[in-house]
């Protein structure tokens, strides 16, 4: 494993990504703000299906706490994007990802992201145990 | 009036709104698909104002059954626009607004558009009659 | 073919397009104006995989000039969504295509779109006919 | 000054962000993802207005090389959004800006977000210093 996850080796799942039009800005690259769309939409797509149900409607939901992105190179449209995920960190009530970003063809990620999930109720927004469901549906992830 | 809508005198109400570093695309001008952002925002942003409530939390919501756009000059950020707002028909179920984009600036339209509500109940999504506190908000939108 | 575009069959070639989380809105279904990002991918997409080149540096560009949806079902992340094309009308300046929205599950469309293409002159903004380039891809758009 | 920059005192400029509808997701508030085109927005919605000049078209330009935020409280259109700016560091090739966002009627902020821009010559993408014009458009937003 490379020491700050750089290579598709470094993650446990992937999630290919279509990249937009409008993706792309002034530059004709992917604007920075996009790439944690992707982190967003890589995260939240696998819980759900590794899960297997709307984690939406569970009653406990996980709050985005904190997120962080390193830009290596450019990722423009029409070419589509991998996002590989890896579990840096199983806490009591917060999970946390590291995603890179890879273009369709590259061993190499276009980005380093890193995703901090907490756990609240949907209602009180109160902190809570990351749930059982969700801890399952993560096993995967764990870095080896 | 102008017969389509071109100008700032055909609207009876105005959005300011801040346009952002990313509603630019490759072009270097906003991206058409974000003026259907400012129309969505300034329909639900007056309706929130002037109804004087949290639209989203009424037993009747409105759906965006069908818009179309119009693009006669370019946006660009970071001039802010004006949406103009006016109704082009109150129905017992639907709200049709037309919308005009007016850069800052500027007495002619940026772009035309149309907007058309439909009333259902939030829950069962069955058509409903347009609220009481929609009409009232509606109001001073008529065309006169 | 169905008299107003609402199955796969009327359309000739289709772009696959992921959904993203931030793609939902209050309301839990894909925010109407994200619709149109779709439109606008798949039409561009089409054009440089046909074109095989990147349009957006080519002499002549195709600028937006109307767009409009029909929103008949609601879309929803994680699922994909299906984006079909067929041309209405290839004019000597202008492209009008037809856009199918379909659930990657559905034979029938979520949203019915229509974009039309203004080809112009990249530097000076005049109108100029459509590039032979853009007209030999555009060939198995045409609808049968 | 607060030590973490939580307050609207520890800020040196700020920039009025209007929220839209489809900022909110499917939980009721501001997607995570879209706190950065605020950061976006403000950081070259100052530039360009301190400047007195389109940044974009200048031999130099930014590049985002890293970007970070902490999430402590909900936005939530409609409600406009206030960015304040102060300088991190000032860097010969690069600038660290600190980003506090706060809800029009708060003082303690929603989110604190760092940026960092890379200058980089505007065809060979190779770095460069900080171009003259942008050192002078920076000074008002040092850390006193």
Same mark, same amino acid.
């Given at each position: ?12 799942? =992937? ?11 002034? !530059? ?7 790439? !944690?769309? !992707? =982190? ?5 797509? !696998? ?29 423009? =449209?029409?070419? *589509? ?58 096993? *995967?992830?764990?870095?080896?």
């Amino acid at each position: 494993m490379s020491d700050d996850h750089r290579l598709r080796a470094d993650y446990r799942a =992937f999630r290919r990504i279509t990249t937009r039009w409008m993706d792309n800005d002034s !530059y004709g690259h992917v604007n920075n703000v996009v790439y !944690y769309s !992707y =982190f967003d939409t890589a995260v939240n797509g !696998y819980l759900i299906e590794a899960a297997g149900t709307d984690i939406r409607t569970l009653p406990a939901i996980g709050i985005v706490a904190e997120t962080s992105c390193r830009f290596l190179a450019e990722l423009s =449209f029409p070419e *589509p994007v991998d996002a590989g995920l890896v579990l840096e960190k199983l806490g009591n009530s917060s999970v946390i990802y590291r995603i890179g970003l890879f273009s369709a063809a590259r061993e190499s990620a276009a980005a380093l992201g890193r995703f901090v999930h907490v756990y609240v109720d949907r209602v009180s927004r109160q902190v809570v145990p990351v749930p059982q469901l969700i801890r399952a549906a993560l096993e *995967p992830l764990k870095s080896r």
